[in-house]
């Protein structure tokens, strides 16, 4: 019989953790659904998810910026659900200002949630997948772990160091049959990014739509956002047998914004 397999996405319950748990779902693994929203509004989405693909869920709220919370989360996985097999680091959060003006709380905020809580959730994961004798980790670093952009300092070094932090989890793990992959997204229509576009609009006078338009088009040639449900596909794929020898890569969904 085919082992069933437990997924935990930090971030779920949002944008594209969100896609990424649905896609997953539909492939009938069992999902610990995770975000920072009131109880209801979480237990009522794993609810639905169970519902939808017949499969086991929980819904867990642990605030990343805390690594014993973090630690929390992947034995609340473990315990509840009986396994943790693919781990997916996806939650993260952005602040845009000039280096010298940007707030220190925003630094610390960012590089706690973008990349400790990374390290930490990846540092638990590890030795129950290593038990299992199998395990997928997809970081959801950003183009931004591979360029930068002026005003995001903080986001732009947690991501990088994403993408260094993969590929030694990747290194650790290989004999383990646990690979460790970053997928680096450019712009993806999720409420992330949604206060960068007002800001956009209400400096240049453009309607939202407008405004959406020129910040993709600034940084990408293909001139459309990708879906959310994109990067679940790949995730989908790096945790399939087939993409076993895929490990330690950055691999960038960004419209070539990249191949420039
Ligand atoms: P989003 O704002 O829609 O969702 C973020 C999720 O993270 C939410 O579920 C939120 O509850 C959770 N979260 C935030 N702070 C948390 C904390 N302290 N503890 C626990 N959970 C917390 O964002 P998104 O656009 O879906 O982004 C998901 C990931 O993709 C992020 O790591 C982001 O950097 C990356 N990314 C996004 C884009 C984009 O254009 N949207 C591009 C590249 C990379």
Redesign the pocket.
Known sequence: MKTEKVAVI?????????AVAEVLAEDGIHIAV????PEEEGKNLAADLAEKHKIRTIFD?????DPHAVKGLIQRVHERLGRVDILVN?????HTANLEEFPDDKWD?IIA??LS?VFHATKHAIPIMREQGWGRIVN?????GLVGSAQKSA?VAA?HGVVGLTKVTALENAEHRITANCI??????????QAQIEAHAKETGLTFEKAKLAIVTTKQPVPD??N?RQ?GELVKYLCSDGASAISGAALPIDGAWTAQ
Request: glycine share 12%; charged share 10%.
């Open positions: 930090t971030g779920s319950s949002s944008g594209i953790g969100l995770h975000g920072l929203v709220d642990a605030d990343l910026s996806n939650a993260g959060i952005q905020a949630i973008n809580a959801i670093a950003s183009v931004h986001y991501k680096c997204p450019g712009w993806v229509d999720t409420p992330l990014i956002m990708a959310p990067i």
